[in-house]
């Protein structure tokens, strides 16, 4: 390994120091080397420190960034946000060098800070670890592009694709938490230890996670982040429920504190008085013509409460529905090596889709003896709409 991408390695640790701490705003790390190759300076941005990486960084190298070089996983800001323009002071502490991993994805830099820095005669080397430092900031792009966030759905599954044993009388199919959430109902867990923890670990790196009302009903979850790592704000918990059908004796309803939004369509105002008194944040939302939700209002409405990244574990319902509207982005769906067979919740219901979607590009993890594979619909990048 190259003393570049030694450096940019490090980087791109500090800057996922910020998953959690840092949205809206991107996940960004920074590293001063001086002349000898020794780190002088190091910096981790987070939203409520208003410095940005790279200027803690540079206060950190002080008179030792003169002549140094400047590593980081995204191009330095060039305009006036709530902080001045890293650039410029990346040019006043006298840098000579910057090597970044990527541009900036917001139209109000976008090439602009490198600009700047080459016209002051800055040496720039621009990708390395490029595809890494992509992925870490993916549902900034896709939120400061275009407005909404990331939209993940996740679901745990057997191979023949069921996310649940066979339905017991009264419950509504594909209603049940899928298998990583874990279960109140007495029925058994598909996917190992393992995958359960990592399931954690993505709810850590989501601003809001979404389930539907019969998966409320049927398992009461939590729908939290538990892995006990700080987050600037809560997980917001979103739950779909047209009806306000959502038991007040359900332990999302028992926890809320200011974290759960419930979007329905009809309710009567004592039911919506009961739940608001109860800390559950209501809103109405557009019904589609068969009367479920909107996913587009709602993908686009969170997107207006500075929501970056939405993963989604719903039911086979919810699943149809979000996968059939087009919203979602990327999924991550986990497999255990079992078979349920006829009777069995499978992964996707009430929904026709019309036509096959294709993952992008894919990769495959393993969890234990399960596996998941985690994949794009579309790329977050991508400008049009």
């Given at each position: 390994?190259?003393?570049?991408?030694?450096?940019?390695?490090?980087?791109?640790?500090?800057?996922?120091?910020?998953?959690?701490?840092?949205?809206?705003?991107?996940?960004?790390?920074?590293?001063?080397?001086?002349?000898?190759?020794?780190e002088?300076?190091?910096?981790?941005?987070?939203?409520?420190?208003?410095?940005?990486?790279?200027?803690?960084?540079?206060?950190?190298?002080?008179?030792?960034?003169?002549?140094?070089?400047?590593?980081?996983?995204?191009?330095?800001?060039?305009?006036?946000?709530?902080?001045?323009?890293?650039?410029?002071?990346?040019?006043?502490?006298?840098?000579?060098?910057?090597?970044?991993?990527?541009?900036?994805?917001?139209?109000?830099?976008?090439g602009?800070?490198?600009?700047?820095?080459?016209?002051?005669?800055?040496?720039?080397?621009?990708?390395?670890?490029e595809?890494?430092?992509?992925?870490?900031n993916?549902?900034?792009?896709?939120?400061?592009?275009?407005?909404?966030?990331?939209?993940?759905?996740?679901?745990?599954?057997?191979?023949?694709?069921?996310?649940?044993?066979?339905?017991?009388?009264?419950?509504?199919?594909?209603?049940?938490?899928?298998?990583?959430?874990?279960?109140?109902?007495?029925?058994?867990?598909?996917?190992?230890?393992?995958a359960?923890?990592?399931?954690?670990?993505?709810?850590?790196?989501?601003d809001?996670?979404?389930?539907?009302?019969?998966?409320v009903?049927?398992?009461?979850?939590?729908?939290?982040?538990?892995?006990?790592?700080?987050?600037?704000?809560?997980?917001?918990?979103?739950?779909?429920?047209?009806?306000?059908?959502?038991?007040?004796?359900?332990?999302?309803?028992?926890?809320?504190?200011?974290?759960?939004?419930?979007?329905?369509?009809?309710?009567?105002?004592?039911?919506?008085?009961?739940?608001?008194?109860?800390?559950?944040?209501?809103?109405?939302?557009?019904?589609?013509?068969?009367g479920?939700?909107?996913?587009?209002?709602?993908?686009?409405?969170?997107?207006?409460?500075?929501?970056?990244?939405?993963?989604?574990?719903?039911?086979?319902?919810v699943?149809?529905?979000?996968?059939?509207?087009?919203?979602?982005?990327?999924?991550?769906?986990?497999?255990?090596?079992?078979?349920?067979?006829?009777?069995?919740?499978?992964?996707i219901?009430?929904?026709?889709?019309?036509?096959?979607?294709?993952?992008?590009?894919f990769?495959?993890?393993?969890?234990?003896?399960?596996?998941?594979?985690?994949?794009?619909?579309?790329?977050?990048?991508?400008?049009?709409v």
């Amino acid at each position: 390994m190259t003393t570049d991408e030694q450096h940019i390695r490090r980087a791109l640790h500090l800057a996922r120091a910020g998953i959690g701490l840092v949205s809206p705003n991107p996940a960004v790390g920074a590293v001063v080397v001086d002349s000898s190759g020794r780190e002088v300076g190091a910096g981790t941005h987070t939203y409520d420190n208003l410095k940005h990486a790279e200027v803690l960084a540079l206060e950190q190298a002080g008179a030792a960034a003169r002549g140094a070089t400047l590593y980081l996983n995204l191009e330095p800001c060039s305009h006036q946000g709530r902080t001045g323009p890293c650039v410029d002071a990346v040019l006043a502490a006298g840098i000579a060098r910057v090597v970044c991993s990527m541009q900036d994805p917001n139209p109000r830099v976008a090439g602009q800070g490198f600009a700047k820095l080459r016209a002051a005669g800055i040496k720039v080397d621009l990708g390395l670890f490029e595809a890494e430092a992509r992925k870490l900031n993916e549902s900034f792009a896709k939120y400061i592009q275009k407005g909404k966030p990331l939209v993940t759905l996740k679901s745990a599954m057997t191979l023949d694709g069921k996310i649940a044993d066979a339905t017991k009388p009264g419950d509504e199919p594909g209603a049940r938490t899928p298998a990583t959430e874990g279960s109140h109902s007495g029925y058994h867990w598909i996917t190992g230890e393992v995958a359960r923890e990592h399931v954690q670990q993505l709810r850590h790196q989501h601003d809001a996670i979404l389930a539907g009302v019969g998966t409320v009903m049927a398992d009461d979850p939590l729908l939290t982040d538990r892995t006990g790592q700080p987050r600037r704000r809560k997980l917001l918990r979103v739950i779909l429920d047209s009806y306000l059908r959502i038991p007040p004796d359900s332990r999302v309803v028992q926890t809320a504190d200011n974290d759960v939004l419930v979007m329905y369509s009809t309710a009567d105002e004592q039911t919506r008085k009961a739940l608001e008194e109860k800390g559950i944040r209501l809103q109405a939302i557009a019904a589609t013509a068969d009367g479920r939700p909107d996913f587009p209002a709602i993908v686009q409405s969170l997107g207006e409460q500075q929501i970056t990244s939405l993963l989604i574990e719903g039911g086979s319902l919810v699943n149809g529905a979000a996968l059939a509207s087009g919203e979602v982005d990327k999924v991550f769906l986990y497999y255990a090596p079992k078979i349920f067979g006829e009777g069995a919740v499978p992964f996707i219901a009430g929904e026709r889709h019309g036509r096959t979607q294709c993952l992008q590009r894919f990769v495959l993890h393993r969890f234990g003896e399960d596996f998941a594979v985690e994949g794009y619909l579309r790329d977050p990048y991508a400008k049009e709409v």
